[in-house]
């Protein structure tokens, strides 16, 4: 079955859509895996063990112990997010690359559930202006170094944050709409293919009735010839010497 172009164009928009989410999500790789070299390379020697009071007051808040954290934990979520923002683009990729419904879905699904812990993390950041007391401590200082980055250049980021939101969003409302194309074009193949079938189930008693109407008057026109014959004496060779004795007697009377 051949791709309609308008599939072809729009695949092209959500694959293009999804470049742009995986280079944000390598820069993010990228970043974490420098951060991760600086810490090895400065204090990879060096133990700094999680303080009581903070561990303690972030345990009775949220209910959770973050003493068994590695020290580099911020990194390694850092990375993680970066990680899990190239796995869905590569699935929405793919997805786009096969025009496949269900993999579109699963794109759709996954692509929507990111963009809500997006939304209400910044939620929470924003409502609550002591969020960060309610995380574990940082040992090596990168949470800080970024939030301070961040608020210095708070002008540009509201920008790039929203920039990053409608591009999740318009990949999302792609994949739908070439889920909802794909579905639509399926559903008039199939009744295309039902037409078909049936016609091809309906030509055979056509030809025989066509083949018994011309069986019939052939047998029609050879009864009528027979009966032509019989009547003037027209058999087969015989035909031939009546005619040659009729001429001679009529030459005779002349």
Not at 78 to 99: N, P, S
Not at 206 to 235: C, F, N, P, Q, V
Request: hydrophobic content about 40%.
């Amino acid at each position: 079955m051949r791709t309609p172009c308008c599939h072809t164009f729009l695949a092209f928009i959500l694959k293009f859509l999804n470049f742009l989410q995986t280079f944000i999500g390598v820069s993010m790789i990228i970043y974490s895996g420098y951060m991760l070299d600086q810490w090895h390379r400065h204090h990879g020697d060096v133990s700094f063990p999680l303080p009581l009071a903070a561990v303690s007051f972030n345990h009775n808040v949220l209910g959770l112990d973050f003493r068994s954290l590695p020290e580099t934990w911020f990194i390694y979520g850092f990375m993680g997010v970066g990680i899990l923002i190239c796995c869905i683009t590569c699935i929405g990729h793919f997805a786009a690359e096969a025009i496949n419904g269900c993999c579109l879905c699963f794109y759709a699904l996954l692509s929507t559930v990111f963009v809500l812990l997006e939304v209400s993390l910044v939620a929470f950041i924003s409502l609550d202006h002591q969020w960060q007391k309610k995380l574990p401590f940082d040992p090596t200082g990168e949470l800080e170094s970024v939030c301070a980055f961040i608020k210095s250049n708070m002008d540009v980021f509201e920008w790039v944050g929203i920039a990053v939101v409608v591009i999740q969003v318009l990949s999302i409302l792609f994949a739908i709409i070439i889920r909802s194309s794909v579905s639509s074009q399926r559903d008039d193949d199939d009744i295309e293919i039902d037409y078909d079938r049936r016609s091809r189930t309906r030509e055979p008693l056509l030809h025989s009735y066509s083949g018994k109407a011309s069986g019939s008057t052939r047998g029609d026109s050879d009864i009528w010839s027979s009966r032509m014959r019989e009547k003037y004496g027209l058999h087969g060779g015989e035909a031939k010497p009546s005619l040659l004795n009729h001429n001679s007697s009529t030459d005779s009377r002349q």
